[in-house]
């Protein structure tokens, strides 16, 4: 295994909590009325689009078209997108300036490239970040090859030289394949005691 330089985070589930039912909680009078909307009205793959690129406008306005009953709740999804970020993982952020003294550090997210900058604006750790590739600017949303080709190319990394860490084991199986060192993180897992057993941070 090669000595390692780099870290790469996804951000949602990794760094950033986010989750439509922060917001949602508050438009729907019970649970089941908001699982049934974001599992039938604006579920997750639709969401996905406006990662891939596609503009939050026609996002919207075709998703309208298709339920004019909901049409103020679809509304709220990018009207008052920002209520759906709950915050960040301060424990994982914390990471970030100890690892910044040793290793660079890049984010791979799937986003859209129109609600990013708000999150970027809200907080500053996206500053320690040496750079950021964003699906919805690229057009391509992981766990497609193409997307962490773009990052290994811009930045000139050396994927066996780099620790990719997300959420999405779909997303952690095509970095692998791609010769990245991996860290799937999930709940069960805390990140700080992970990297340290790793001899990552000390």
Known sequence: MKQLKNIVFDFGGVLIDWNPRYLYRNVFETEDEMEYFLEHICP????????AGR???EAT???QKEHPGYSD???????RWIEMVGGIFDENVKLLTPLKEKYNLYGLTNWSAETLPLAQAKYDFFDLLDGIVVSGEEKIVKPDPALYHILIDRYRIDPRETLFIDDNPENIQTAKQL?????H???????EQELKNRGIID
Do not use: R, V
Not at 73 to 79: F, S
Not at 179 to 183: E, H, I, K, P, Y
């Open 73 to 79: 709740e679809i509304a709220l999804y990018y009207g």
């Open 185 to 191: 993180l999930t709940p069960q897992i805390n990140l």
């Open 179 to 183: 010769g990245f060192q991996t860290l």
């Open 55 to 57: 503009s939050l406008a």
């Open 61 to 63: 306005l075709s998703k």
């Open 44 to 51: 997750y793959d639709w969401n996905l689009m406006q990662d």
